[in-house]
């Protein structure tokens, strides 16, 4: 083969492929734009199903503005996702892990619920957004009802923050302790590993999160870059588990490589004219 050959053969190494249901957000902090760069960063191919656009009002206190995608748009692109790498494909990598980031509606809950039933995905890491703020609050909470109801049963792998695991697991969390025994009813509840977030709600001068899966419970820990959350974080630790889960890592270390990821990006955070920093993905390199 000459070397104008060479140059010319593709490369045959394929990385994995992981979708990210979620919602658009418009400063590029977190949804699936933090998603994605986070899939990019960790050495897969990402692709991103919308379910709505959110934005800020900077005009209302910076206020979120939630506008849903149309129902039958969501299914078209869960459609054409899986039609180009679901396991009937013939893509020589099978898209068998997603990422379900925030849905919004009880109708988009029943539409991605009823593609994942019938996708073939062996990892459904769920990052269980229960509240936006641009919500009518009667409509947040049926969400909130149809999402434990109809997604959270077929996770494997869930990553609440310090509400979402106060509301999954039904117990306050006020300390490392309560932290663990919340991580542990929410696996009791669902069945999946769970990576519970304290991170700075927590007193101390670590930030702290508690992986369980059923068999092993490990407190994750590093010290704390400010006393305030930062935009981005939990989408990105999200997606990190994703990535390193369709790579074919076990849980557990899934767990530790995305908390280490996102603990660079707080340290590296990009500041902006809104009043909070969002994570940096390109600061872990």
Known sequence: ???????????RTTPAVVLTIAGSEATGGAGAQADLKTFQELGVFGIANLTCIVSFDPSDSWNHRFVPVDQEVIAHQLEATTAAYGAASGAPSVLDTVKIG????????????????????????????????????????????????????????????????????????????????????????SGAAVLAKGGVRLAGPDAVDVFYDGETLEVLSAPKVGEVAVSGAGCSLAAAVTAELAKGAAPVEAARTAKAFVTAGIRNRVASGAPFDALWQGGAV
């Open 102 to 189: 925030m849905l919004g509606s009880p109708a988009t809950i029943e539409t991605v619920a009823s593609a994942l039933a019938g996708g073939g995905f062996t990892n459904v890491v769920l990052d269980p957004v229960l509240i936006c703020k641009g919500q009518e609050p009667g409509h947040a909470l049926d969400t909130d009802q149809a999402l434990k109801a109809q997604i959270l049963p077929l996770a494997t792998f869930v990553t609440p923050n310090h509400f979402e695991a106060e509301s999954l697991s039904g117990l306050e969390i006020t300390d490392l302790d309560s932290l663990k025994a919340a991580a542990i009813r929410i696996h009791e509840i």
């Open 1 to 11: 083969m000459t070397t104008a050959e060479a140059a010319a053969t593709p490369d």
